[in-house]
């Protein structure tokens, strides 16, 4: 169910009773650096976050409070997903190939339909009441190829007042003819989107090379001119993902030392640059990525389903490069955060390292918020902040009412929910303040 916050007018001041757990700073030490409420008490004003702290210490000083209570329910910032392709939702789980087949087999001749701005928008209706059923609250998106799909999509976030960054895919080479862009019309038409959309309401613009092998060097040229042009869009591709795909961009691109040279060559490596995946790097990839203050999305749903490959999480933050998590629907199996944190703790398993749920949770809200230069906005519940935020009930069947009864500390609550959970467990979800996905079950 999708709530028309038109019809629903939300004013005054909303308190909001729950376990209220969230990161107020930039963390070293995620696993121990939460702010945690048993009983807590968010208050939200036009929008934004006014008050945040204990029920009990705090309800008095409030007359007139809209009082939603959600006792013994878990609100946590809105998730932040940082890779994702909005013209593969309906692909979800395709068979049995590893990236570039799956790329010619199912990607190439979906992505096609959005051709059809009719098509594109249905489809970005259908996409965001997936984001919500799921409590995230914004991410950063390819779109397809086509410049109308890209405005649909940003049509459709602005309705909602969503806090969306997301681009057009360019691509001109090594994918069908019926998908292809130019250098020319790449540049142009990203630059019309960046002037219709960038700064507009919580829309930003991503200049979306898709990744190297479909990009020629003129159109890459053309991209990072336009990055340089607009200091403050931010910059998304993929990267070392799959080895088939590494040494295709070694025999096209043969005088860089390595992949993210390619990128970097034309300026296309900075801070409020994602690279997707990045699991297959050499030593020198790393230290400029580091170096540029670019940052990795960690998709383990992704990785594990096209046989892609373990990412070294640990090697990353010894680098101090900002790391996301993000779902990468359609190559990932599912819109939930939760069940990536889940994926991701399996995939540091695989590696000998234990992810603190802890330390997932802070790398798809306030983790992932700072490596975009987000955090006055989105990642956590400071006041001051947009009222971003899910409502979850930990307790939403049986098995979870059996698990839960004996639970003890947020760590587990989270740890829990990220192997059982998933939009299951969303009871709401806010945006700015407004209901944007209310379960049927209950509405405080
Ligand atoms: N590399 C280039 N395009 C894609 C895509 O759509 N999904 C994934 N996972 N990898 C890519
Ligand atoms: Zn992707």
């Known amino acids: 169910m999708l709530v028309d916050v038109k019809q629903k007018p939300v004013t005054g001041l909303q308190g909001y009773r729950a376990k209220i757990l969230h990161f107020p700073q930039r963390s070293l030490s995620p696993k121990n650096d939460y702010c945690y409420f048993d009983d807590g008490l968010l208050v939200t004003h036009n929008g934004k976050i006014a008050f945040i702290g204990d029920y009990k210490n705090n309800i008095n000083q409030y007359d007139k409070l809209d009082l939603h209570d959600y006792s013994g329910k878990l609100l946590l910032p809105g998730f932040i997903d940082s890779h994702m392709h909005f013209p593969q939702t309906e692909?979800?789980?395709?068979?049995?190939?590893?990236?570039?087949?799956?790329?010619?087999?199912?990607?190439?001749?979906?992505?096609?339909?959005?051709?059809?701005?009719?098509?594109?928008?249905?489809?970005?209706?259908?996409?965001?009441?997936?984001?919500?059923?799921?409590?995230?609250?914004?991410?950063?998106?390819?779109?397809?190829?086509?410049?109308?799909?890209?405005?649909?999509?940003?049509?459709?976030?602005?309705?909602?007042?969503?806090?969306?960054?997301?681009?057009?895919?360019?691509?001109?080479?090594?994918?069908?003819?019926?998908?292809?862009?130019?250098?020319?019309?790449?540049?142009?038409?990203?630059?019309?989107?960046?002037?219709?959309?960038?700064?507009?309401?919580?829309?930003?613009?991503?200049?979306?090379?898709?990744?190297?092998?479909?990009?020629?060097?003129?159109?890459?040229?053309?991209?990072?001119?336009?990055?340089?042009?607009?200091?403050?869009?931010?910059?998304?591709s993929h990267l070392s993902e799959n080895h088939d795909e590494i040494a295709w961009?070694?025999?096209?691109?043969?005088?860089?030392?390595?992949?993210?040279?390619?990128?970097?060559?034309?300026?296309?490596?900075?801070?409020?640059?994602?690279?997707?995946?990045?699991?297959?790097?050499?030593?020198?990839?790393?230290?400029?990525?580091?170096?540029?203050?670019?940052?990795?999305?960690?998709?383990?749903?992704?990785?594990?389903?096209?046989?892609?490959g373990l990412f070294n999480l640990a090697k990353a933050e010894q680098h101090n490069i900002p790391v996301m998590l993000a779902t990468d629907v359609g190559g990932g199996t599912s819109f939930s955060m939760l069940k990536t944190l889940g994926e991701a703790y399996k995939v540091c398993q695989l590696q000998g390292n234990q992810l603190d749920p802890m330390h997932g949770l802070y790398l798809m809200t306030q983790g992932a918020a700072l490596g975009l230069g987000l955090e006055e906005h989105i990642g956590n519940l400071n006041p001051g902040t947009d009222a971003d935020f899910v409502i979850l009930d930990p307790e939403f069947d049986e098995l979870t009412q059996l698990r839960f009864k004996h639970h003890n500390s947020p760590q587990d609550l989270i740890f829990a929910l990220s192997i059982l959970g998933d939009d299951r467990a969303t009871l709401a979800t806010y945006i700015a303040g407004k209901p944007v996905y209310q379960a049927d079950r209950q509405q405080p």
């Open 249 to 308: 961009v070694k025999s096209l691109y043969p005088k860089h030392k390595h992949y993210l040279d390619v990128y970097d060559h034309f300026g296309l490596v900075r801070k409020g640059a994602v690279f997707g995946h990045a699991i297959h790097l050499e030593t020198d990839e790393w230290q400029c990525l580091a170096e540029r203050g670019a940052s990795i999305a960690f998709c383990p749903t992704s990785n594990l389903f096209l046989g892609s």
């Open 91 to 236: 692909m979800l789980a395709s068979f049995g190939e590893q990236l570039l087949d799956w790329l010619t087999d199912y990607t190439f001749p979906t992505e096609h339909k959005f051709v059809d701005y009719t098509y594109a928008q249905a489809m970005a209706d259908v996409f965001l009441r997936q984001l919500f059923r799921h409590g995230t609250t914004s991410a950063m998106i390819y779109s397809s190829v086509h410049k109308g799909a890209a405005d649909a999509l940003f049509k459709a976030a602005q309705k909602n007042n969503m806090l969306l960054m997301a681009g057009k895919v360019c691509m001109d080479r090594n994918c069908p003819d019926w998908l292809q862009d130019c250098p020319q019309t790449a540049q142009r038409e990203s630059a019309e989107l960046i002037n219709a959309w960038h700064g507009k309401d919580r829309l930003h613009y991503v200049i979306t090379p898709r990744f190297a092998p479909t990009s020629s060097e003129a159109q890459l040229a053309a991209l990072g001119e336009l990055a340089q042009q607009y200091p403050s869009v931010f910059i998304q």
